[in-house]
């Protein structure tokens, strides 16, 4: 960065007039303006050279709070900074670069903060669309009192803001899930078919007598009691159907933003509801793919770890929704499905165990962008109800999240739609 980069028009007319000063006092052999030429050129070069201290001892710190928000809310950016220098150093204008998604930049004028006493700025930005932004860099931009020269230099490098998608609280559960507990409805969430809710062990002082298991006790020739202990239950897969090609819409607005905020809000209501959600992909890819959790979330940490990784996750190209085994591995299914062809149906419910419980959420994703009526997609509902399938169709953005589970919830019987209010 030399003097006279930062040189405005003003003060490159400046300079040339001295120049031009210079050599009309030579050729006419006139000291006074030979001294005009001198004070013209010193006064540009002179504001130049305050310009470019202008940040130099300028330090900043950026504080977010929160660092993590949902789509549609808002958090504060603060900024404090201070100088290690009490020179006067005229005006400078700050810019931290903040993405179209969270409202565009930022820019503020602030007067040269004292040795002694930091200056605060804080606004704020309103979380449009689902991703992982940077906010920044911060960028100084210090002027001199005159307009002749400014110069811009970076004080703080860029920090990670991350919009999950949104979590809807929802209510219920579909017939057969129980609550986790061993209550009405859950049998089919059992480890296994034919699984017994019993064990039996060794007779121990002070069991009941009316527990000894008489056929395991001659079996074995030594007494043995039965103890009413609940299986272990499987768990619950959720798949996100997340192909580019079978969604439609931009934005916020999309079909893909609608089921990954479904698929969000159901695994979050299934954990609290005491089952183990484990979401995949399309291709039974697990999300997160890292491996820094265990499939089945738990607990406060791993809700956190599976919204960072929607927040990062993006469209997947491939084509097909399976890659030719059960994404559930046996499990209960609650399939978030967008534009799926008959034959992909086909292959998704061949899939699936003889009575393993099959639930779908199915946008119909010409709604998003079209007035198209969905005909295949209502063809594809008909043909997973025909292989034991609960089934919603979902058709509309405006349809609200919470009431497709509760239609899921309350409809295990006999389908639903849900269709967009005009």
Request: one cysteine or more; proline letters at 3%; a positive charge.
């Given at each position: 960065m030399t003097v006279f980069s930062g040189l405005s028009i003003r003060g490159r007319c400046l300079l040339a007039a001295a120049?031009?000063?210079?050599?009309c006092a030579l050729v006419l052999d006139e000291r006074d303006l030979l001294r005009v030429a001198a004070f013209l050129a010193a006064l540009p070069l002179f504001a130049s050279a305050v310009s470019a201290r202008g940040g130099s001892g300028?330090?900043?710190?950026?504080?977010?709070?929160p660092r993590r928000v949902e789509v549609g809310a808002t958090a504060t950016v603060r900024l404090r900074l201070t100088s290690r220098s009490g020179t006067p150093l005229g005006e400078m204008r700050l810019t931290d670069d903040v993405p179209a998604t969270l409202g565009g930049d930022a820019r503020r004028a602030l007067h040269s903060p004292t040795r002694r006493?930091?200056?605060?700025?804080e606004y704020q930005v309103h979380a449009e669309l689902r991703g992982v932004h940077h906010i920044g860099p911060l960028r100084c931009r210090a002027a001199d009192p005159f307009g002749?020269?400014?110069f811009s230099r970076e004080l703080l490098p860029t920090t990670r803001f991350t919009v999950v998608p949104r979590v809807f609280e929802l209510s219920g559960l579909p017939n057969g899930f129980g609550s986790g507990a061993g209550e009405t409805g859950s049998g089919n969430a059992r480890a296994g078919e034919g699984a017994d809710d019993s064990t039996v062990r060794e007779y121990r002082q002070g069991d009941d007598i009316r527990r000894v298991h008489w056929k395991t006790t001659a079996r074995r020739d030594?007494?043995?009691?039965?103890?009413e202990e609940r299986p272990e239950r499987g768990g619950t897969t959720v798949l996100l159907d997340q192909r580019a090609a079978a969604h439609r819409g931009t934005g916020k607005h999309s079909s893909l933003e609608w089921a990954i905020s479904a698929s969000a809000?159901?695994?979050s209501h299934l954990r609290r509801n005491g089952l183990r959600p484990r979401l995949v992909g399309a291709g039974g890819a697990p999300v997160p793919e890292d491996g820094r959790t265990h499939p089945h979330l738990s607990g406060e940490a791993g809700e956190n770890l599976l919204l960072e990784a929607l927040a990062a996750l993006q469209p997947s190209a491939r084509r097909e929704l399976t890659d030719g085994a059960d994404p559930a591995e046996g499990q209960n299914l609650v399939a978030v499905l967008g534009r799926t062809t008959l034959t992909g149906a086909n292959e998704l419910a061949s899939l699936r165990p003889a009575g393993a419980r099959s639930l779908a959420l199915l946008l119909n994703t010409e709604r998003w962008n079209t007035d198209g009526r969905g005909d295949e997609q209502a063809a594809v509902a008909r043909r997973l109800r025909d292989r034991g399938w609960t089934v919603v169709t979902v058709d509309g953005p405006v349809t609200p999240v919470?009431?497709?589970w509760e239609s899921l919830c309350g409809q295990s019987?006999?389908?639903d739609v849900l269709w967009t209010e005009r």
């Open positions: 120049v031009a000063s210079a050599v300028l330090t900043a710190h950026r504080e977010l709070e006493k930091g200056a605060f700025v002749l020269s400014s030594e007494l043995m009691v039965r103890t809000s159901i695994c919470a009431r497709a019987t006999r389908p």
